[in-house]
């Protein structure tokens, strides 16, 4: 498979690259054979990170004997030194290996976030400090937030930076990849299928590929997906005038109502977790039902049901998005999937006592 250079990391690693979440949902067979395959095509890049249960897990034992030629990328939730340090020894653990490639901060979303990473002796400092002993070879930072992306690229800190794109959330194509090509800071594309909402395969990844740069990690759950992202990548790779059209109907159809999880529209006064909620659908395609359906999903909905429509989050929002009637489909659809759940569960559970 083509490689390129991760900014300055300095490292080659395959144009495509495994996103780990998804793998959470199968069983531990199938994660791992997912894993091997995506391997034997040629992908050297594999993402994983602390909190996706039991995929840092799953990726150690399907890379055993060939963690050498591979650039595992893993990431650390934790705002704290003491957290960071628990974290990263767990991670070297479950991965099953001497050093991570790439250690990232995750999810910040926020500059007091971005300041907690950064405080003096804080997570930052830790990371650092497990690169001089060799446990872990390069430092990135992953955000959904634009401003706080290009905080962290221009401050010099960071070798890598993980951001959503997508050719409906393509803003980082204008604002945020130009900067981190100007500081040679490797850029890491989350979210290439919109978090599940783009079934155009074909379309997306044309789309990703035309940036020389950028590695996209698609969350992989079956053979078939890396097999067809593969097989994209290595027929010509330019949009057909038929798929440009398509490009933009789906702009048209998906934008006037899609989250780009920027968080512009707060703060909520009912402290909704107005982004959460709103891509909801998307955690449910990726997550296994039982965690999906006892995550802090659910305190968001419940949260949600109970918007005072006072208007704030919609004069906030870039986008133009109708937040107050987005959140209460979202209510009514969590709640319908969530009545569906419960009758699955009480239905096993009376197949059990059975005798
Ligand atoms: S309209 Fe609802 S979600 Fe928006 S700020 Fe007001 S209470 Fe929060
Ligand atoms: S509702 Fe609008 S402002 Fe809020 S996260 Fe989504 S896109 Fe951003």
């Known amino acids: 498979m083509e490689k390129l250079r991760l900014g300055r990391t300095g490292m080659m690693v395959s144009k495509l690259g495994f996103g780990g979440i998804p793998i959470q949902r199968l069983s531990e067979k199938e994660a791992v054979a997912v894993v091997k395959r995506c391997l034997e095509l040629g992908v050297t890049y594999l993402d994983t990170a602390n909190g996706y249960t039991t995929s840092e897990e799953r990726i150690g034992q399907a890379v055993k004997g060939q963690r050498e ?35 990232q901060f995750h999810g910040v979303s926020d500059f007091k976030n971005l300041d907690m990473v950064l405080e003096p002796d804080g997570p930052l400092a830790v990371a650092q400090e497990a690169k001089k002993a060799g446990l872990v070879r390069h430092i990135g930072i992953t955000s959904h937030q634009m401003d706080v992306a290009k905080k962290a690229v221009q401050s010099d800190l960071f070798e890598t930076i993980m951001f959503p794109f997508n050719f409906i959330t393509h803003e980082a194509a204008e604002e945020l990849l130009p900067l981190a090509r100007k500081h040679d800071v490797g850029f890491i594309a989350m979210k ?87 891509t ?76």
């Open 69 to 103: 030629k591979l650039f595992i990328a893993t990431k650390t939730g934790a705002r704290n030194r003491e957290g960071v340090q628990a974290h990263l020894k767990l991670s070297l653990q479950r991965l099953g290996v001497d050093y991570i490639d790439l250690y």
């Open 192 to 278: 290439p299928l919109a978090g599940g909402m783009l079934d155009n395969a074909t379309i997306a990844f044309k789309y990703l590929f035309q940036f020389p740069d950028v590695v996209p990690i698609p969350g992989i759950e079956k053979i078939s997906e890396i097999e067809e992202i593969v097989g994209i990548l290595e027929k010509p790779r330019e949009m057909t005038t038929a798929e440009s059209r398509e490009m933009e109907r789906l702009r048209q159809e998906l934008g006037p109502r899609f989250c780009h999880r920027c968080d512009y529209c707060q703060p909520c006064t009912a402290e909704i977790p107005i982004s959460t909620v709103l």
């Open 280 to 355: 909801s659908r998307s955690f449910a395609k990726r997550l296994p039902p039982e965690r999906f359906f006892s995550s802090f999903i659910g305190t968001g909905i419940d949260r949600a049901a109970n918007c005072s429509e006072c208007g704030d989050c919609e004069t906030r929002c870039p986008y133009h998005l109708p937040i107050i009637e987005m959140l209460a489909e979202q209510v009514k659809w969590y709640r319908a999937e969530k009545k569906r759940y419960d009758k699955l569960v009480a239905s096993r559970g009376a197949n059990k006592s059975q005798p």
